[in-house]
T-cell receptor
């Protein structure tokens, strides 16, 4: 069975500070993708960052970066220079590469509050 | 970028009625559409996977006769909640799978909040 675990239900950070959200996962597949999605109050799912499991280099997107530890099955998200607009639910997700399915398996989410 | 249009965004219905939710891929062909349900303060749970022209595959515990999925074309998938009951009240989101160049990507609709009275 494939699982995604986010152990931090809620976190808060001061504006301009850095925060790290944790995620661990379990899969028996060798090829897969990992994602972080942001869900603001509008509930629209917004892709934050994506990591291919075969790539050793950690993905980065502007203020967002990941620490991907494949052996430990860990995939944390670091948000630098936090902004008020970063306040949202953040979901870690796993997707098997190719195949007939390809659906996302989501963690329970971490509610991030950025305080002024 | 690719857009998935989901309608309606919000619907309120009486218990026992049926509700149809549409998801359209506006500028690409979606070979696969995923339907998720999200209860308040919870994560997204996959309900079913639909491939164009074939029957949907439902996750364990999801009643296929209650949640009818039709994926008649590469740009349209519908979810019909039949004989809705208050416990079906939830946020429903579709996600389309498509190839962009050599990469497979997923695009989400904006969701439908269903409230059954």
């Amino acid at each position: 069975a494939q699982t995604v675990t986010q152990s931090q239900p809620e976190m808060s950070v001061q504006e301009a500070e850095t925060v790290t959200l944790s995620c661990t996962y379990d899969t028996s597949e060798s090829n897969y993708y990992l994602f972080w999605y942001k869900q603001p109050p509008s509930r629209q799912m917004i892709l934050v960052i994506r990591q291919e499991a075969y790539k050793q280099q950690n993905a980065t997107e502007n203020r967002f970066s990941v620490n991907f530890q494949k052996a430990a099955k860990s995939f944390s998200l670091k948000i630098s220079d936090s902004q008020l607009g970063d306040t949202a639910m953040y979901f870690c997700a796993l997707q098997n590469y190719g195949g007939s399915q390809g659906n996302l398996i989501f963690g329970k989410g971490t509610k991030l509050s950025v305080k002024p | 970028g690719a857009v998935v249009s989901q309608h309606p965004s919000r619907v309120i219905c009486k218990s026992g009625t049926s509700v149809k939710i549409e998801c359209r891929s506006l500028d690409f062909q979606a070979t696969t559409m995923f339907w998720y349900r999200q209860f308040p303060k919870q994560s997204l749970m996959l309900m079913a996977t639909s491939n164009e022209g074939s029957k949907a595959t439902y996750e364990q515990g999801v009643e296929k006769d209650k949640f009818l999925i039709n994926h008649a074309s590469l740009t349209l998938s519908t979810l019909t909640v039949t004989s809705a009951h208050p416990e079906d009240s939830s946020f429903y989101i579709c996600s389309a799978r498509a190839w962009v160049g050599f990469n497979e990507k997923l695009f989400f609709g904006s969701g439908t909040q269903l409230s059954v009275l």
